[in-house]
């Protein structure tokens, strides 16, 4: 019975101290659309489903708290996470997307729709996302897993320095996406 209740009290223990990291204000800032900077406290952010809707901020611990949402403003940088508020299509409304790289000429972002390799499945990267979001030219384009090698050539197509780097095989792959987006962006 005792065991029981030790148990019992770890696991609310623990409980607690996960909740507690979950809502700590954290250094950060966030550009409005008009391009200004604001250095400030950000503090998670509520999601419905996987899509993050909007994000916690205030300039101090005095401040009053501002809630964001994807329209008000362009992107959200919380230590090493960076946030941007992106249209999927010209006409349509913005929307948070966490990057996976954020560069000048192209972008990657993590698709909030994108379902994950099963724990159950014999594959061996477990817990891999099988696809994500590319952004060039003021389209955001859906890559998958599946289907990955030729779109994004042909996106990156117009940097030859980047096509050679790609004829290697071992380099250009899904799992390098970070790099494979990296570079295209330095090489040009």
Known sequence: MKLKLIVLFLF???????????NRWLPGHVVLNTGEKVNGQVRGWMKKGRQVVSIKFR???DDKTVIYKAKDIREVKQEDLL????????N???????????????????????????????????????????F????????TKLNFRKPIAKLCSDNEK???????????????????????????
Do not use: H
């Open 59 to 61: 300039k101090s611990k």
């Open 12 to 22: 609310c223990l623990i409980g607690t101290s996960l909740m507690a990291q979950e």
């Open 92 to 134: 349509k409304k913005a929307q948070f997307y966490i990057t996976i790289y954020q560069g000048d000429y192209l972008s990657a972002y993590y698709d909030p729709e994108a379902k994950r390799v099963s724990r159950l499945s014999t594959a061996l990267n477990v817990g891999q996302y099988l696809s994500f979001l590319v």
């Open 83 to 90: 946030i941007v508020s992106v249209k999927k299509k010209k």
């Open 162 to 188: 980047w096509v050679e780097l790609a004829e290697n095989k071992e380099w250009f792959q899904y799992s390098n996406l970070y790099e494979v987006v990296k570079v295209y962006n330095e090489q040009r």
């Open 136 to 143: 060039k030219d003021g389209e955001l384009k859906k890559i």
